[in-house]
């Protein structure tokens, strides 16, 4: 699977995890250059508090549109170590 944005390549994993039709990628697949620290939170009840990541790819900002769960619930554990996308970030075979 490949999550492109911007006509660029920001992860890529033939190990993704698929989750309520979100694929999760494995942290060390992502290319690190074009993501930046957000200071954004979200909380999930069965999934716990989600962290995020803005994209930053050919000088545009893409706010907030990668997530991850530093500390997944047990319900939730096989997304542990895991990056998803949405905002745009298309995600293909």
Avoid at 6 to 16: H, Y
Avoid at 38 to 52: E, F, L, Q, V
Wanted: hydrophobic share 40%; with cysteine.
């Amino acid at each position: 699977m490949k999550a492109i944005w911007n006509n660029t390549v920001v992860a890529e994993s033939n190990d993704t995890v698929v989750v309520e039709n979100n694929h999760y990628f494995p942290a060390d697949s992502i290319k690190k250059e074009f993501f930046e620290d957000s200071i954004a939170h979200t909380s999930c009840p069965w999934k716990g508090r989600a962290s995020y990541y803005s994209l930053r790819v050919n000088g545009e900002l893409n706010k907030d549109a990668a997530w991850f769960y530093p500390e997944p619930k047990e319900a939730a554990q096989q997304i542990q170590g895991r990056v998803a996308f949405w905002k745009g970030v298309q995600v293909t075979a």
